[in-house]
């Protein structure tokens, strides 16, 4: 059985031959991969690691291309799955995406913060959309479908909510939420137009799952209440997903926290995996009873614990008792619940991977 297949089977609720891996690396960690198992290439360690996943992401438009630089920092190239961090240069440590949202490195060279947000002043004259049908965009993502026919590939894309607050400022858009709702109504509007041209050039080229990006929680509740979200951004996400709606594409919500109010909400329009399921807030067992049959649970593994502070039998354990808990009649993909970064010990990496890819169902 193939990636692709092993995918799809599991997200369609059937028994795969093995649990799906997925994982995300900082560039730190993907050194120590590579040294490792003596590997150069990429692809060849995401082989040797078992993940099934390939993303592809979408390149800036050639104005905005000829000088900009993928920040490292954030993950490696191998994992990434957004064109979110594709910046350019504006000093030594301020980079700018092509919306004109800055980010700041941190003098460590690996810590960052959004250190300027276009629209702050509320102002959607300020407003820059790039052009997703730009030319070459999409060039690369096209040549990597095409040599990874066995693979599950996706795009990453960025919902309406975070990329609001993400124009504005996280406490500002919040705030405006509920004291300018027409602003940010029509704020929203435009990036659903952008967000909408974005997912089906993904589709054309043949992906297999669109990844929505979006932190709605935090670990002990949603940021907004159910009942804005179901009025403001629950319609906005069903109109991306029933404008290319197919039986072939997959979607998939990333977003941390304990966002459990909103799940049902989720699935009813169109959500097939959700991620990470983090366990320091969601009881993985308890939603694979009340949603597995219609929703694939991604990630579940511990960072915060099992992979900071664990020992590598420790990360073999939680492992093991998702499979059994929760790998019954597929809807499992098992992965750490955010990126692996550089103070996670190597040991319980391999670890994970090597229990899980040998782990047969």
Request: glycine letters at 6%; charged letters at 30%.
């Amino acid at each position: 059985m193939n990636s692709k297949e092993r995918v799809i089977k599991t997200i369609n609720h059937m028994k795969p031959d093995r649990i799906p891996l997925d994982g995300w690396f900082s560039s730190t960690i993907w050194a120590k991969l590579k040294n490792h198992y003596n590997l150069q290439d990429d692809e060849d360690v995401l082989e040797r690691l078992g993940i099934d996943f390939r993303p592809v992401v979408m390149d800036p438009a050639p104005d905005f291309r000829k000088d900009s630089r993928f920040l490292e920092f954030v993950a490696e190239e191998a994992s990434f799955s957004s064109s979110d961090y594709i910046c350019r240069k504006v000093d030594e440590r301020l980079y700018e995406d092509e919306w004109g949202i800055r980010i700041k490195l941190g003098t460590d060279g690996m810590s960052w913060h959004y250190a300027y947000h276009p629209l702050q002043d509320l102002s959607l004259k300020n407003l820059k959309i790039p052009d997703p049908t730009a030319p070459g965009r999409f060039d690369r993502a096209k040549e990597k479908i095409s040599h990874c026919t066995d693979k599950f590939m996706f795009a990453g894309v960025s919902t309406c909510f975070r990329r609001g607050w993400l124009l504005t400022g996280f406490p500002r858009f919040l705030e405006t939420l509920m004291l300018d709702r027409v602003f940010v109504e029509k704020l929203l509007d435009h990036l659903l137009e952008f967000e909408i041209q974005e997912v089906k050039m993904y589709t054309d080229l043949g992906v297999n799952m669109i990844k929505f990006l979006g932190d709605l929680g935090s670990e002990e509740s949603l940021f907004l209440s159910p009942k804005l979200w179901r009025e403001i951004f629950k319609p906005r996400m069903k109109s991306v997903i029933d404008s290319v709606k197919k039986k072939d594409i997959y979607f998939f919500l990333h977003t941390d926290g304990n966002i459990e109010e909103i799940i049902s909400d989720l699935i009813e329009i169109g959500i097939n995996v959700l991620n990470p399921i983090q366990p320091e807030c969601l009881d993985t067992v308890k939603i694979k009873q009340k949603y597995g049959d219609r929703l694939t649970l991604h990630g579940t593994m511990s960072l915060q614990k099992t992979f900071a502070f664990g020992s590598p039998d420790d990360v073999i354990e939680e492992a093991k008792s998702r499979i059994e808990n929760c790998g019954y009649n597929g809807g499992l993909v098992l992965a750490p619940s955010n990126v692996l970064t550089h103070d996670i010990p190597i040991e319980n990496i391999i670890a994970f991977y090597d229990y899980v890819r040998e782990f047969k169902l």
